[in-house]
Nanobody
Framework: QVQVEESGGGLVQAGGSLRLSCAVS????????MGWYRQAPGKQRELVAG???????SYADSVKGRFTISRDNAQNTVSLQMSSLKPEDTAVYYC????????????WGQGTQVTVSS
């Protein structure tokens, strides 16, 4: 059974930094895509940053230059280093992992709260 465990959320002042980590266990192969989404109250869930197994990165325009995503394909872990945080970064952050095989596998974490105070 695949499990997705997130850690690293919390409360930080504007301009501060946080690091989110996610470990996906229970699957013997690396995922095609691993990334982070976020959802603020009253807003749709949006992709923050993603990284494919081949190394292609994608970032939301609002976080470019401030957030950095990294992953360990062998360990099926993904991290998000967030710097220069702004109050508008406040949201629940979700880890996502997508595997491509006979079927598309799509796994989500429970979410971790990030709150940036002004």
């Amino acid at each position: 059974q695949v499990q997705v465990e997130e850690s690293g959320g919390g409360l930080v002042q504007a301009g501060g930094s946080l690091r989110l980590s996610c470990a996906v266990s229970g699957r013997g192969f690396s995922f095609h895509f691993m990334g982070w989404y976020r959802q603020a109250p009253g807003k749709q869930r949006e992709l923050v940053a993603g990284l494919t197994s081949s190394g292609t990165r994608s970032y939301a325009d609002s976080v470019k230059g401030r957030f950095t995503i990294s992953r360990d394909n062998a360990q099926n872990t993904v991290s998000l280093q967030m710097s220069s945080l702004k109050p508008e970064d406040t949201a629940v952050y979700y880890c996502n992992a997508v595997g491509l095989g006979v079927l598309i596998e799509d796994y989500w974490g429970q979410g971790t709260q990030v709150t940036v105070s002004s």
